[in-house]
Every structure is written in structure tokens, then in C-alpha cells.
């Protein structure tokens, strides 16, 4: 494993390592992804597709935020300027210049990031998957995010419990991939991870501990091999309060766990 230093500027924030020839790029918050995205997507030289194992969806549209306080700190939504604002911003972003990705990190908020690199062709598709995915995908949408959600009804705190401990188990992960197989083939394009893809984990999907000691992270480790790279969203202050009440989770904790289960899978 070797760790990779940059002394300024966003790319700072990042911490690199290389594991069996697989870059694997952590840190704290995630829409810093966009940087070791595009760089990868400069390698493989067309827009990849990202599998996204997240508590939230993470579907905000890029610089929402900057639009709405570009000009003056007024309300969300109170002038008419704002969806001007946010067009010219993402004009600015090109995914074939790292200079204006890394500008657009230091403007995107939480859960702008996949937006902005699917406009600016960095990513083909996301899949995202996880608890707090608010909806299913039936279709493949116009913004190319799919949502791989769980229409189950759960009643009682065991059964959400329950629930919260699955989320890299291999049933979890192969009905969701499903999902994705079905939505690309009706809309008739490559199974969902065809085209080379990053698989992007933040940690505060992990809500439980027995959540990142699975009974079979068979499929999870094979996904971890098929990916093209990695990234870890560290995310310490949602670890904290998505995880359920007594598990005593903390972020260097589930990174620790996550980089041994990345070991094992490439060893």
C-alpha cells in the first residue's frame, strides 16, 4: 500500500493508495470525488459509470448551492437569478481540465457531485444504492442517476436493524444489480457495469457494525475487484448520526474495516 501527498489546494484533501495495482482515493468529504474521478476518467478516456453505496442519494443538482448565494446570502429560491447563476457555473466545468474540477470542488456542495460529473462527462450513468434512497428507479432517467431503492415495508426497530446490517451482504447487493441489469437492458444499453466503473463508498451507509462484517461479501469483493478504482467518502459527522443509537461507530473506525475488507478481495 502506498500513500500518495499533494501540500495544497483541494487535491490536498485526498489520501492515495494503491492496493495490488487498484488506486483506492479516501476522504472526508464527498464531493471531492470529483477529483480522482476525472482523473480516471482522463485514463480510460471516455465518461465511466459509478456504483454508489451511500445512506443518502447524493442526486442534488450541481451548484444549486452557488446559484442560489452567488450574488447575495438571500434565501434559497427568493430572486430570479439564481438558475442563471448555477448555468454559468457549470459551464465553467470541463471534465478534459483539472484546473476548473478542482475550482468546481471548492464551489459544489453535499450531494452535487454526481450531477456535476455526469454534465460534464466525466461519469456515463451512477447507480446508487443504498437505505435512505428515497424511491426506485423503474426506468432509466433523463439525468442518469438510478436509484436501486427497497420497496419492502419494514415494521419494529429489529426489523430496520436488520435491514441496516445488509448493506454489503450478498443479497442486498445482487438484487440491486439486478435492478440495474433490468433498467439498462429495457432502455437498451450495457449491463450497468459493462463500461469500466468506480465503485464510490461513503461511509455512513454502514449504520451498524455488524453492517461492514457481512455474513457473505462475496459479491461485494467481487465488485471491489471488477472496479476500475475506488473511493472512500469518510463523511464523520453523517457516520455519526445515521448510524443506529449504541453502535458506537466512528469513521476511522469503518475505514479501518473497509480497507481490510479491500485487502482480502484483491489479495
Known sequence: MVA????????????RRTIAGKSVVSFESHHYALLPW??????????????????????????????????????FGSRPFWEQDQADRLAQLSAAD????????????????IDAAIRCGILDTAFILGHGTGGVSDELPL???????DRKSR???????????EIIEAGFLQERLGQAVEI??????????????????DLDAFNTRRAIAP?????????????????????????????????????????????????????
Open 4 to 15: 500518495g501527498s499533494v501540500t495544497s489546494g483541494p487535491a490536498a484533501a485526498l489520501t
Open 38 to 75: 476525472s482523473e480516471w476518467r482522463q485514463e480510460v478516456g471516455h465518461p465511466m459509470r459509478l456504483l454508489s453505496i451511500d445512506y443518502h442519494t447524493d442526486t442534488n443538482d450541481a451548484f444549486q448551492a452557488y446559484g442560489c448565494y452567488a450574488r447575495n446570502p438571500t434565501p
Open 98 to 113: 483539472a484546473a476548473s474540477v478542482e475550482a468546481a470542488v471548492r464551489d459544489l456542495r453535499h450531494d452535487e457531485h
Open 143 to 149: 439525468d442518469r442517476m438510478v436509484l436501486l431503492g
Open 155 to 165: 415494521w419494529g426497530d429489529d426489523a430496520e436493524r436488520r435491514f441496516r446490517d
Open 184 to 201: 439498462c437492458r429495457a432502455a437498451g444499453t450495457s449491463d450497468p457495469l459493462a463500461v469500466p466503473f468506480i465503485l464510490d463508498i
Open 215 to 267: 455474513h457473505d461479501p462475496g459479491v461485494f469483493h467481487d465488485l471491489i475487484r471488477r472496479a476500475y478504482a475506488i473511493t472512500i467518502a469518510q463523511e464523520p459527522g453523517c457516520v455519526e448520526t445515521c448510524q443506529i443509537e449504541g453502535e458506537g461507530l466512528t469513521a476511522p473506525w469503518l475505514e479501518k474495516q473497509l480497507m481490510v475488507h479491500i485487502q482480502r478481495a484483491l489479495s
